[in-house]
């Protein structure tokens, strides 16, 4: 899997890097969204997942829910104008996932997009991805090793 | 948005409690992340807003005999008692972070507060400008301040309240009136203790409050420690909050009515009921012109400086409707000052209720 600063950054999946929310386009047309690794690193032991629930419409920079560990409490931002279609029970009942498959199991919530073409074009994928990523938890000293 | 601090300081000194805030707010650098301090204070005292009267507002003697501190804080709003079954909801953030409506700006505040409230099972709601009911009843009061570089919003999550002390600190023309007070405090007060039987368990209601912050502000929260800077301030602003000369800022006059200092200079004061509080006028009035105005009460007013402003600006004025009109017209004008709920006209009416007590 591709690193960005020690953090694994999955070149297959979009991202909002400045958010540290990753997302991947379902066949079905809907996105499922989560919180990346270096989120997860920063959070440190998740305590409680609260994501909003199936049914909730939601906005672009807008909360889908939050996630609280010890210390830390923050809202995992939509990257889209939606609905939520699916929350993730599993989350809820062991927040844990989120630290250890933020990727997998460890999924927030699946959306389905008022106008995905639109609001993919303000995200980042592949290579490129990697890339700015990079670059942004340079520019914020954040680093996963540490 | 970048991460808010929250500084849960747990239970502290009366005093600490109601310092803490201003000195986060002076230390205030544009480095300073934006943030939310939780603190209750260990034991009971009484509080009063920034533009009152000490002795108008609260019976000094009881609490002396009580051996109940009064501070006074630099936020608008009214006389309070507060002890360890509130736990205050201080922001503090960088100027312009919030929204610089002032109406909008409690919007954002209060939302977290009943949002929490609802989790919990009860059913509170905004009642704009800045206060929150429950079926009709008040739960908890906030006020705004600026305060060096910082803007800040204060309320509290109510756990439990005394009634009974709160009527007590009060000063009151009698104790008929005491009665009356605790009657309308038990009718239009609530808390969680009351709504929901017994008072919920306060990490509980901090983590959810935390949440729903994060929420409403679209940021993360992060419970951090407060700078040495910070607790220097603090201390600074404690001792401020301890001198005769800001614990009675404002007083002075006290009598009632109209004073003859001689046949053409008299000293009169009236009050006004205004939606957004109660405007005392102490004015000394010269051949039929306003010689030197104090305006106090429970009012909020941004910049709390515009009040002295607004003193001075009235200066020279003829206690004549049109003309005191005009005036505060002109100083709405020439200044961004917001007061929720005191218009132009309110300050007018206080200001021309003294002509009533006026000899002919």
């Not at chain 1, 990346?36 to 305590?47: E, M, R």
């Not at chain 2, 501070?71 to 608008?76: I, N």
């Not at chain 2, 104790?175 to 038990?186: F, G, H, P, V, Y």
Request: one cysteine or more; hydrophobic letters at 40%.
């Amino acid at each position: 899997m591709s690193t960005a600063n020690n953090c694994n950054v999955p070149e297959e999946l979009y991202y909002v890097v400045q958010e540290h929310v990753w997302v991947r386009p379902e066949d079905d047309g809907t996105i499922t969204i989560g919180m990346t690794d270096a989120a997860q690193n920063l959070a440190g032991s998740i305590v409680t997942a609260t994501p909003k629930g199936a049914g909730k419409s939601v906005k672009k920079g807008k909360s889908s829910g939050t996630v609280e560990s010890g210390k830390w409490v923050g809202p995992i931002k939509s990257p889209v104008d939606g609905e939520i279609v699916a929350a993730n029970e599993a989350v809820v009942a062991n927040p844990k996932l989120l630290n250890e498959d933020p990727y997998g199991a460890g999924w927030f919530v699946k959306i389905r997009p008022s106008n995905w073409a639109a609001d993919k074009a303000g995200m980042v994928t592949g290579a490129q991805a990697v890339a700015d990523y990079e670059a942004f938890l340079k520019a914020q000293g954040i680093d996963c090793a540490k | 948005m970048k991460t808010i601090r929250v500084l849960d300081m747990g239970l502290v000194p009366p005093l600490r409690s109601q310092a803490i805030y201003h000195g986060v707010a002076y230390a205030m650098t544009p480095e300073t992340p934006d943030t939310i301090i939780l603190v209750s204070p260990d034991a009971p005292y009484a509080c009063i807003g920034y533009h009152q009267e000490l002795e108008k507002e609260v019976d000094t003697a009881y609490c002396a005999e009580q051996g109940l501190p009064i501070y006074r804080r630099e936020v608008g709003g009214g006389a309070v008692y507060l002890d360890s079954d509130q736990l205050f909801t201080q922001w503090v953030f960088q100027r312009n972070r919030l929204p610089l409506d002032l109406e909008r700006r409690f919007a954002l505040y209060i939302q977290p507060l009943v949002e929490t409230y609802q989790e919990l099972g009860i059913n509170a709601t905004l009642r704009p400008v800045n206060d929150i009911h429950v079926n009709g009843r008040k739960i908890g009061g906030t006020g705004a301040a600026q305060m060096g570089s910082a803007d800040v919003v204060v309320g509290s999550l109510m756990f439990d309240f005394n009634f009974a002390l709160m009527a007590r600190v009060l000063k009151v023309p009698s104790e008929k009136m005491r009665d009356k007070i605790i009657q309308s405090l038990n009718e239009y007060m609530t808390t969680m203790r009351r709504e929901l039987g017994e008072a919920p368990d306060r990490a509980q209601v901090t983590r959810a409050y935390m949440r729903h912050c994060a929420e409403a502000l679209g940021a993360p929260l992060e419970i951090q420690e407060p700078t040495a800077r910070e607790l220097e301030v603090t201390e600074e602003i404690e001792a401020r909050f301890l001198s005769d000369e800001w614990r009675y800022m404002k007083g002075g006059l006290r009598q009632s009515g109209a004073v003859k200092i001689h046949a053409d200079v008299y000293l009169l004061e009236a009050a006004h009921k205004a939606p957004g509080g109660l405007i005392r006028a102490t004015a000394r009035l010269r051949e039929g012109r306003i010689d030197d105005l104090t305006l106090s009460g429970d009012f909020t007013m941004l910049p709390a400086f515009a009040v002295g402003a607004l003193e001075q600006a009235m200066r020279g004025v003829s206690l004549e409707p049109a003309a005191v009109l005009a005036r505060v017209g002109e100083f709405y004008a020439s200044m961004n000052a917001q007061s929720p709920g005191v218009s132009a006209e309110d300050w007018t009416a206080a200001i021309m209720a003294l002509k009533a007590q006026a000899p002919q």
